[in-house]
């Protein structure tokens, strides 16, 4: 049995002297369990989407319609979940997905999270929109595996010393996220007038840097922090970007570089002429475009564009094994994780976030041996039906 699917053991083991898990092993059951935690500005932070919701939903009734068809009799006692990404070798195709100011689900935020990726062996992505700044979360991190997530601001001065600050403190792949250049249209967030970022909560790397202190005057402090807040809404996105633009990046980044947002075969392609490395397909869980597509249904098109010249990456709706099985099955390297180790931050800090990544690992290492698969890369169509 493998370290991962172990886990399993040291539960039930644990049982017999009545310590039963403090938090659920269903990790659909989570969202529920953080609410009873949360104030409701966080809860309807995090469990929140764009418009109706719909596109949220549609991410995971797509999973809903793979369906993994089991084979016996294949000799699965050797396992190994393992895989490198951008370099990194992973024990399991899962990262964790970039997740701005999570200092409101936990006061230790991203440093838990850091923590426990660290602990677990998994890459953390750290978001520009972080409670604490890069170089805190490095530190946290320590010999992890860590990349950057840029929100690429209108000052380019400003995002070349996010990716010099981010290089100096040992991130290794650089993950720009393209749909979010702009706040879509969040009924559960404007409902309540809630944003973090104008409380000042999911600035600190902008506050800590010394491009964005010049710009505002200064060092921020109780005399400038409006003035750094109102600078900070000015710049966060740039509508404006295009294709073209990325080679600013290349020539500022000298790592791997994943483009996050994309759904269609032709952006694929764009990434592959533009010299990147990977793409993330991602709705970012459904927070952005109300009514788009769910992201599992746009990867099969993605996956077939980037063929051998990309490493494709999938997020959006992953909650269980079984679904990461099916992400890898139609054509992603890895998938990142979300929501769910969110909510594990919410109920127990660094505890709670590895216990949603233990619960992941081992129930993915499962379900593959018990359809009859030793290795990720053993997944492929001829592994699901249609349901
Ligand atoms: C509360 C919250 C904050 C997020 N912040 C960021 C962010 O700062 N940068 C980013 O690229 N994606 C962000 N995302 C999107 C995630 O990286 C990821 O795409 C999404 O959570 C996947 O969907 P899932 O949570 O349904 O699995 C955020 C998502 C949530 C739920």
């Not at 104030?39 to 793979?66: I, L």
């Not at 936990?106 to 440093?111: A, K, S, V």
């Amino acid at each position: 049995m493998s370290p991962l699917a172990d886990f399993q053991n040291e539960i039930y083991l644990s049982g017999l002297g009545d310590v039963l898990p403090v938090w659920p092993t269903d990790l659909t059951r989570l969202e529920e369990r953080a609410e009873a935690v949360l104030s409701a500005q966080a809860f309807g932070y995090v469990a929140g989407a764009a418009g109706s919701g719909a596109t949220a939903r549609f991410n995971r009734e797509a999973f809903d319609r793979w369906r993994i068809v089991p084979r016996m009799l294949r000799d699965v006692a050797d396992r190994d979940l393992s895989v490198e990404v951008l370099g990194q070798r992973l024990p399991a195709p899962v990262l964790l997905a970039p997740i701005g100011v999570q200092s409101i689900f936990h006061p230790d935020g991203e440093l838990a999270t850091a923590r426990a990726a660290a602990a677990t062996g998994l890459t953390t992505i750290l978001s520009t929109a972080a409670s604490y700044t890069l170089e805190e979360v490095a530190a946290a991190n320590g010999d992890g595996s860590r990349w950057f997530q840029l929100y690429w601001p209108k000052d380019r001065d400003l995002a070349v010393s996010f990716l010099e600050r981010a290089k100096a403190a040992g991130y290794t792949a650089l993950v720009v996220t393209l749909d979010t250049f702009t706040l879509a249209w969040r009924p559960r967030d404007l409902d309540q007038a809630y944003l973090p970022f104008l409380r000042g909560v999911g600035v600190a790397n902008y506050f800590s840097d010394p491009v964005f202190q010049r710009a505002v005057g200064g060092p921020v402090t109780a005399e400038n922090r409006d003035t750094a807040i109102l600078h900070w809404a000015a710049g966060f996105g740039n509508p404006s970007l295009t294709w073209d633009d990325l080679a600013f990046l290349r020539e500022h980044w000298d790592g791997p570089i994943a483009l996050k947002g994309i759904q269609h075969p032709d952006d694929a392609r764009r990434a592959v002429d533009t010299g990147m490395d990977a793409v993330i397909v991602s709705n970012h869980g459904g927070r952005q475009v109300d009514g788009a597509v769910a992201s599992l249904d746009a990867l099969p098109a993605v996956a077939d564009a980037a063929g051998s010249q990309l490493t494709v990456l999938f997020d959006s709706g992953v909650r269980t094994g079984s679904d990461i099985a099916k992400a890898l099955a139609l054509g992603a390297k890895a998938v990142l994780v979300g929501r769910p180790y969110a909510y594990g931050l919410a109920l127990g800090g660094e505890a709670g976030v590895r216990h949603v990544l233990r619960c992941l690992m081992a129930d993915l290492e499962l379900s593959l041996a018990l359809a009859g698969l030793t290795r990720p890369s053993e997944l492929s169509l001829d592994t699901l039906v249609r349901g």
